[in-house]
T-cell receptor, first 118, second 118 residues
Framework: NAGVMQNPRHLVRRRGQEARLRCSPM?????VYWYRQLPEEGLKFMVY????????ESGMPKERFSAEFPKEGPSILRIQQVVRGDSAAYFC????????????????FGPGTRLLVL | AQKITQTQPGMFVQEKEAVTLDCTYD???????LFWYKQPSSGEMIFLIY??????QNATEGRYSLNFQKARKSANLVISASQLGDSAMYFC???????????????FGKGTKLSVKP
């Protein structure tokens, strides 16, 4: 029973390049969340998606960042024209999306992608 | 104002002793969930325990228990019989019911680094 999968685990990019981070949720989970963790900090919410829908992107920077969760395949977090300040750990989490509301739904995290921008 | 406050940047505990990690939260939403996650040095985020705002009893999961004091808005994590493998960062997080699209995200504290001494 595989957990949340993220790849790559480590990604090095030069300034101006694009970074693509992938997340496959746990089997049976239809909700995906992306978080960013800067060094010595807690996780900060970026975006919440369901299949083919962005539900909440209030934590996403307005420029260069985008996310999708297509009908088939993994969720993708895309960062265009990366800058050094984008260096961080990016975590994906998933939850089943049960009826009755999301307050009590546990989010299960993937191992994260460590992005380093040179 | 911070929604989740963890006032202990670092804690030490002797192996086999119990330790309490503090967490206070701030919300006006009557429906919310409180979570604790462990992040070992390897970097993954491991779910430990959950407490709902309407739960009458404190949550317990093995050696982990949550001391939930609703009136004081505190949700402290208690680890009994500490083990060397408990050395890690511990994050308290909250999920509010929210309205519209803002239902998904967990709000994290800055974390407490626990070191277990042999």
């Amino acid at each position: 029973n595989a957990g949340v999968m993220q790849n790559p685990r480590h990604l090095v990019r030069r300034r101006g390049q694009e970074a693509r981070l992938r997340c496959s949720p746990m089997k049976g989970h239809s909700h995906v969340y992306w978080y960013r963790q800067l060094p010595e900090e807690g996780l900060k919410f970026m975006v919440y998606l369901q299949k083919e829908n962005i539900i909440d992107e209030s934590g996403m920077p307005k420029e260069r960042f985008s996310a999708e969760f297509p009908k088939e395949g993994p969720s993708i977090l895309r960062i265009q024209q990366v800058v050094r300040g984008d260096s961080a750990a990016y975590f994906c989490a998933s939850s089943p999306g049960l009826a009755g509301g999301p307050v009590g739904e546990t989010q299960y995290f993937g191992p994260g992608t460590r992005l380093l921008v040179l | 104002a911070q929604k989740i406050t963890q006032t202990q940047p670092g804690m030490f505990v002797q192996e086999k002793e119990a330790v309490t990690l503090d967490c206070t939260y701030d919300t006006s939403d009557p429906s919310y969930g409180l979570f604790w996650y462990k992040q070992p040095s390897s970097g993954e985020m491991i779910f430990l325990i959950y407490q709902g705002s309407y739960d009458q009893q404190n949550a317990t999961e093995g050696r982990y228990s949550l001391n939930f004091q609703k009136a004081r808005k505190s949700a402290n994590l208690v680890i009994s019989a500490s083990q060397l493998g408990d050395s890690a960062m511990y994050f308290c997080a909250m999920r509010e019911r929210g309205y519209g699209g803002s239902q998904g995200n967990l709000i994290f504290g800055k974390g407490t680094k626990l070191s277990v001494k042999p």
